[in-house]
């Protein structure tokens, strides 16, 4: 027990050395204001389906959860209203979508640097375009396992349904490991 608590203590001073919390607070700033352009872009994206109600609902009480009270009318007229939002608007969003999440990886790439001690040999715009970067090539696997997540007993229900009853041990299985 004398070993971890050492080897505790030796972590959290070297965090608190390297300015890990600050880095932590610069991070989770740049999400929160990721996250809420982020919603609006995927609502704007799905009201435009004739097949969204459902995805509406659920990022309605989602929303519902997370916003603080009061805030639920102002969030239902944006995803329920009946005129459509403009493409100008959506390219802006988006815009300011991928630069607030690259400054969500700028921030863990300043902590990198720091906590191994790395020189920063990236000058300003070319750290900025590496983060935009990263932002794509993350957000690439992470849609695809949202919509694994979203739709995937749908996938499975109808892989089932149409491969026959003596393959549904394997494809359970399979979409299990999958999962």
Same mark, same amino acid.
């Given at each position: 027990?004398?070993?971890?608590?050492?080897?505790?203590?030796?972590?959290?001073?070297?965090?608190?050395?390297?300015?890990?919390? #600050?880095?932590?607070?610069?991070?989770?700033?740049?999400? +929160?204001?990721?996250?809420? %352009?982020?919603?609006?872009?995927?609502?704007?994206?799905?009201?435009?389906?004739?097949?969204?109600?459902?995805?509406?609902?659920?990022?309605?009480?989602?929303?519902?959860? +997370?916003?603080?009270? #009061?805030?639920?009318?102002?969030?239902?007229?944006?995803?329920?209203?009946?005129?459509?939002?403009?493409?100008?608007?959506?390219?802006? +969003?988006?815009?300011?979508?991928?630069?607030?999440?690259?400054?969500?990886? +700028?921030?863990?790439?300043?902590?990198?640097?720091?906590?191994?001690?790395?020189?920063?040999?990236? #000058?300003?715009?070319?750290?900025?375009?590496?983060?935009?970067?990263?932002?794509?090539?993350?957000?690439?696997?992470? #849609?695809?396992?949202?919509?694994?997540?979203?739709?995937?007993?749908?996938?499975?229900?109808?892989?089932?349904?149409?491969?026959?009853?003596?393959?549904? %041990?394997?494809?359970?299985?399979?979409?299990?490991?999958?999962?």
């Amino acid at each position: 027990m004398s070993r971890f608590l050492k080897h505790l203590r030796i972590a959290f001073w070297r965090a608190f050395e390297h300015d890990a919390f #600050g880095v932590a607070k610069g991070a989770a700033f740049s999400a +929160i204001l990721t996250f809420f %352009p982020a919603v609006l872009v995927l609502a704007s994206i799905l009201s435009r389906s004739q097949s969204s109600e459902l995805f509406v609902r659920e990022i309605f009480r989602a929303m519902g959860r +997370i916003l603080p009270e #009061g805030t639920n009318s102002t969030v239902a007229q944006y995803l329920t209203g009946t005129r459509p939002v403009q493409t100008k608007f959506l390219v802006w +969003i988006s815009v300011l979508t991928l630069w607030t999440a690259s400054g969500v990886m +700028i921030s863990w790439m300043e902590g990198f640097r720091k906590a191994y001690q790395m020189p920063k040999v990236w #000058g300003l715009v070319k750290e900025r375009l590496i983060a935009f970067l990263l932002v794509v090539l993350a957000g690439v696997p992470m #849609g695809f396992a949202s919509f694994l997540v979203v739709s995937g007993n749908m996938i499975e229900r109808w892989t089932m349904y149409h491969v026959g009853h003596e393959l549904t %041990p394997y494809i359970l299985g399979l979409w299990t490991a999958v999962r």
